[in-house]
């Protein structure tokens, strides 16, 4: 057999091929010229954008500056604007992440208090938005995730920062979301017991006694505790629980009390 002539690229085309690698070279080159930006510039520009409130574009000037200025005070600071846009732009996993990254790169910064509150307003929002959304069927056992997490976030804060700027505010956050959750677990104790199921009832009104002590729910969770007794067929438990309930709230009207949180939280039945 006769030997195939080997096939060689045409000079028209490798010519064709340098002049498109040298263009693309040549583009790469100028873009790199033009976009000359140094960290405090990028970070002003994104600062604008931030306080005009696009906080689409603010995210993504935030991400090319820690992208091509890793570190430096411009790249730090930008991290924690940028999980405030998140945050505005209603991305709260993505803000929360971004935070306890800065947390645990960072966690002798200046503003490191400041990640730790707005990581519980986050979470603060989410239970807000839960609030006001209207419920939906029967009442349950419903999450309390959010409003535990604000907490525990605010609660760091005030630990660890006890001088911050911020704390006055989660201080007044947290006995908020602490009666949020005091009132939401007398709302599920209130529901086993319409239901029969007293011992339930009972512990849950116990557990908000322990757990949220000074909360205006302590008054119902006393009411529940003595009518699960007598339920129970316990009726010195539920005289004693009586006799708790007038010498520490004896000027309060249990029946007009109950009946204005149960509405407050949850007004169907």
Not at 37 to 42: A, D, N
Not at 204 to 226: F, G, H, S, T
Request: with cysteine; net charge neutral.
């Amino acid at each position: 057999m006769q030997n195939q002539p080997v096939k060689t690229p045409s000079i028209r085309l490798v010519i064709l091929a340098l002049i498109v690698a040298t263009v693309a070279l040549a583009g790469c080159a100028r873009d790199t010229r033009d976009d000359d930006r140094g960290p405090e510039q990028m970070y002003e520009e994104a600062h604008e954008l931030l306080q005009r409130r696009n906080y689409t574009r603010a995210i993504q000037h935030y991400r090319q500056l820690t992208t091509r200025y890793p570190f430096g005070r411009h790249a730090e600071q930008a991290q924690l604007d940028m999980a405030y846009a998140l945050y505005r732009a209603r991305e709260p996993e993505h803000a929360i992440a971004t935070l306890n990254r800065f947390i645990r790169t960072y966690p002798t910064h200046p503003n490191v208090d400041y990640a730790w509150y707005l990581q519980g307003l986050v979470h603060y929002d989410e239970t807000m938005g839960f609030l006001r959304r209207v419920f939906p069927g029967q009442v349950v056992d419903r999450d309390q995730t959010s409003a535990q997490e604000a907490f525990s976030m605010f609660q760091e804060l005030v630990r660890r920062h006890p001088q911050s700027r911020y704390v006055a505010d989660a201080r007044q956050r947290m006995v908020f979301l602490r009666n949020v959750m005091a009132e939401h677990d007398i709302v599920v104790g209130e529901y086993y017991f319409r239901r029969g199921a007293y011992i339930a009832a009972l512990n849950r009104a116990k557990y908000v006694i322990e757990n949220y002590p000074q909360a205006p729910a302590n008054i119902n969770a006393l009411d529940l505790m003595a009518r699960a007794y007598n339920r129970l067929d316990l009726p010195e438990l539920a005289a004693d629980t009586r006799r708790t309930l007038e010498h520490n709230y004896g000027d309060v009207d249990i029946d007009e009390e109950h009946e204005s949180m149960w509405r407050r939280i949850w007004p169907f039945d």
